[in-house]
């Protein structure tokens, strides 16, 4: 069966810190001011839910995503790698390579890395512990990911963002995981849903990034098929 891991859209939903969040308004309503259909406008900031740091987003010189090639947005069973941590599903945890390390071999081999803590279920019964003390990654992991495994391309996680208020981490993981420092490039998918993948194997996932023009990441909608 197929599944969505991507939240959905909702005005309620917070960001990182000081950033905007979604607004949706009404631009036409059915039989009125002679509108035979319903329609929105969105105000989509394109950091907010479930998204996609592409180059641009820590690098004044690097790619826009709308110029990364389609095949970096779909992975078949052997490419993906799903690791399970709950021992961060807590405030403030940092991902570090030691959490890492025991699946340097399968990492070798995947293209797409999912960082399961179970934070995620903080998005909603505690918005401000999501958004403020959420887990981070190390930037001496970011940099180890970029170093030692040419063949992976994204990474994604169950919590707001890569890095996190409560740490300087941030910053450099953004830096080495998005190629500032290499021609390697991982891009991350920061707060993927993925609780509903419970203990299935997923056997293919595709990404559904928004395609817009000159701008650094985009929002995504990623769906697999599991079994």
Partial sequence: ????LSH??????GAWPGEPT????KDSVIGKNGKPFNSVILHLPNHFATHIDGPHHFNAEGAEFNTLPAEKFGFLEDEILLVDLPEKCKPESVITVEDLEPYRQKLAHA???????????YKRTDPDLYIHHGPAIHAELGKWLNLEFPALDVIAMDWLSIA???NDHGPEAHRWL???????IITGIEDMPMAIIGDKKIKFLTLGPLRVDGVDSV???PMAWVE
Avoid: Q, W
């Fill in 111 to 121: 293209r797409i890395l999912l960082m399961r803590t179970g934070f995620e279920k």
């Fill in 178 to 184: 998005l190629g500032n420092y290499t021609d390697h």
């Fill in 8 to 13: 959905t859209l909702n005005e309620t939903d």
């Fill in 22 to 25: 979604l607004t949706v308004e």
């Fill in 164 to 166: 996190s208020p409560a």
């Fill in 219 to 221: 929002p995504v909608s």
């Fill in 1 to 4: 069966m197929f599944i969505f």
